[in-house]
T-cell receptor, first 113, second 112 residues
């Protein structure tokens, strides 16, 4: 069965510091992987997706993620955090069998001035 | 292009009642999925519809049901509401199966 694990339910960084949000997945088939962001009282916004093309995926708002099959990881990074990046981030996997996304538990990112 | 819209945005019901939530996908999108989000269980898949057919169903009791219309709009229904059904219900649409999903703002359901 597929699963997603996000290490750290809470990550706090200073403005301008590197953001690193961790995601590990398990899947019996080559997966599609996604990162979504959720701001308070809003739905989910797609940041980026991996669909078996380039292993380094660039997304919106300066975020990127690298697919590492050997580590079954898809960590999200941003070189320099902004206050506006404070939100909850979700990693998700899709087994290419339709629209069912399996989500991690989420990581709340706080950005200190 | 307008995004995914969900109505109503907020809903308060009492135990035992039933509720219907509505989702209008992005124009041209044919697949609609529903998710339940709670602080304890996180985001959980409810079901997926494509061309008016349920293609996939999550592990929820039969009180949770849905349907999709010919214009791709979708509704989900929860009967005999329980306190534990209080959640944010998110709808997502995609162009076809296996494409990325775009989420609506959600319907916040509170069961008293």
């Amino acid at each position: 069965a597929q699963s997603v694990t996000q290490l750290g339910s809470h990550v706090s960084v200073s403005e301008g510091a590197l953001v690193l949000l961790r995601c590990n997945y398990s899947s019996s088939v080559p997966p599609y992987l996604f990162w979504y962001v959720q701001y308070p009282n809003q739905g989910l916004q797609l940041l980026l997706k991996y669909t078996s093309a380039a292993t380094l995926v660039k997304g919106i708002n300066g975020f990127e993620a690298e697919f590492k099959k050997s580590e079954t990881s898809f960590h999200l990074t941003k070189p320099s955090a902004h206050m506006s990046d404070a939100a909850e981030y979700f990693c998700a996997v899709n087994d290419n069998q339709g629209g069912k996304l399996i989500f991690g538990q989420g990581t709340e990112l706080s950005v200190k001035p | 292009k307008a995004g995914v819209t969900q109505t109503p945005r907020y809903l308060i019901k009492t135990r035992g009642q039933q509720v219907t939530l509505s989702c209008s996908p992005i124009s041209g999108h044919r697949s609609v999925s529903w998710y339940q989000q709670t602080p304890g269980q996180g985001l959980q898949f409810l079901f997926e519809y494509f061309s008016e057919t349920q293609r996939n169903k999550g592990n929820f009791p039969g009180r949770f049901s849905g349907r999709q219309f010919s214009n791709s709009r979708s509704e989900m229904n929860v009967s005999t509401l329980e306190l534990g059904d209080s959640a944010l219900y998110l709808c997502a649409s995609s162009l076809n199966l296996n494409n990325e999903q775009f989420f609506g703002p959600g319907t916040r359901l509170t069961v008293l």
